[in-house]
């Protein structure tokens, strides 16, 4: 009878043993299927493509070497359709500004992985720019202005100022800005917008305020031509850009993207300067980093389908 117990219990454990093994050997095939054979970088136009291209690769290569996965870059032709490749899965991770993060959101498990640091900050000011010999000196004297806007998704090239405009009155919540300025257009880029307005092709544009000032501002213009140029207004509180993620990736390929990015920007942060010019990040709460997106798209009256362009 002692012999049939401890038969018994042997059989016990060795079927709890098989059965741990089966279901550790399931959930590892699932964990693998699960796991991408790639991941696409797409970062969102701001200056000449061909430029961004080149720099993102250096790092998309860096990111290649740590994650042990493929990864290529994408440089989609406009803000909208940086949204569309994140949506469609066309790509995986993105560099966006807030207001193409929060279209994605809506239509696509969206994650925010990293914020920019910028100046000590993780938000910073919009600008418009006119000529430096421009007779505009207030808001006010824009009235009737050739605009110039950056993208109709663009947090500091439209939405922002929009907002602003709204706010002081000048646009009712909902109305078109092509009421207040005489004739409007996008450019489609900072440096487009600024060499618009440098050419005489339009008399303001909105843009980010690193795009004039500061050590990386060569990145859309010349020193020479900026100097040309001249800030007319500033709006504070624009989101700095932010790495996202799909969610649907694996949780520890994501824990492990957000920790290589991380590592890359306090010891390579060049590789990050190059491609935009902001070398530093943190980890951010979502919600907090894009509320006053949120707030001037609520102001504005703005929605995702008069918004992608």
């Not at 450019?187 to 440098?198: F, I, N």
């Not at 700095?240 to 390579?268: A, F, K, M, N, Y």
């Amino acid at each position: 009878m002692s012999k049939f117990k401890h038969s018994r219990t042997a059989i016990i454990v060795v079927c709890v043993v098989v059965a741990a093994v089966l279901v550790a050997r399931v959930l590892t095939g699932q964990e693998a299927e699960q796991r991408p054979d790639r991941l696409v970088f797409a970062f969102q136009r701001q200056a000449d493509p061909r430029q961004v291209q080149e720099k993102a690769e250096n790092l998309a290569a860096i990111l290649s070497d740590e994650l042990g996965i493929p990864v290529e870059v994408l440089i989609p032709a406009s803000y909208g359709a940086s949204v569309q490749a994140v949506v469609s899965n066309r790509a995986q991770v993105a560099y966006l500004s807030s207001i193409p993060f929060l279209l994605a959101r809506e239509e696509a498990p969206v994650e925010l992985l990293l914020a920019e640091v910028r100046d000590e900050r993780t938000e910073y000011d919009s600008i418009f720019v006119v000529a430096k010999d421009s007779p505009y000196e207030t808001i006010e004297d824009l009235r009737g202005a050739r605009m110039m806007w950056t993208s109709a998704t663009s947090a500091s090239g439209y939405v922002f100022p929009y907002s602003r405009l709204v706010r002081e009155g000048y646009l009712d919540r909902g109305e078109d800005p092509a009421q207040f300025f005489g004739r409007i257009n996008y450019a489609g880029g900072y440096d487009r917008a600024l060499e618009a307005v440098l050419r005489g092709q339009a008399d303001v544009c909105a843009v980010s305020y690193y795009t004039m000032e500061g050590d990386r501002a060569d990145l859309y213009m010349s020193e020479e031509n900026r100097e040309q140029l001249r800030v007319l207004e500033r709006t504070p509180g624009v989101p700095t850009h932010l790495l996202s993620v799909r969610s649907d990736l694996p949780e520890d390929l994501r824990e492990d993207l957000r920790r290589v990015l991380l590592e890359i920007s306090e010891e390579q942060p060049e590789l990050f300067a190059d491609v935009y010019g902001a070398a530093s990040f943190k980890a951010v709460e979502e919600d907090e980093h894009v509320k006053m997106a949120v707030e001037a798209l609520e102001n504005t009256g703005l929605g995702a389908g008069r918004l992608v362009r």
